[in-house]
């Protein structure tokens, strides 16, 4: 196995296997986040399969502790048209992005900290039958105010939530890297 199958940051959790890459590629559309193409590839009994395959650069995902609380975000997401509450997250802006660097932006960003402690807990594939994003969970600890800028349009509300209301948090969230990332929070604190 190629070091390079496995994700930045991500080499505690190598894959079950690697496949070949396509035979035949046609890029459909390149867009600000997401490029998506249409390829085939051949599978070890000769099968040729055709598959639509969204790229997208990859993300992070912080679990912000500050005073036995987490710090959630509650956004617009336009796209399922409803308000959901989340981990605060972000998307690295580039193939090359550092994961951990991506974090310290994202988390200025949407809560207004910084972290003197950042403990990367793996990360995992959001679509993987069609989508390469790839997101990075860190747990982010020792808080204290940022000097990155929030960004107006995103209009989050910063939402405190008790870790002892991690349990019941996880059946209220209908977002899956905040559920996962929740799930590996709980498990780390022995919660």
Known sequence: MSA??????????PPEGVLAGPVASERIFDGEIVRLRVSEYRRKSGLVVRREVLEHYGAVVMVPIEDNHLLMVRQPREAVQEVMLELPAGKLDGPDEDPRAAAVRELGEEVGRDAGQWDYLGGFYTAPAMLTEFIHLFIASDLRPSDIAPIPEEEIEIVPVPLSDLPTLITRVRDAKTLIGLLHTARALGV
């Open 4 to 13: 390079e199958r496995v994700p930045p940051g991500a080499v505690g959790q």
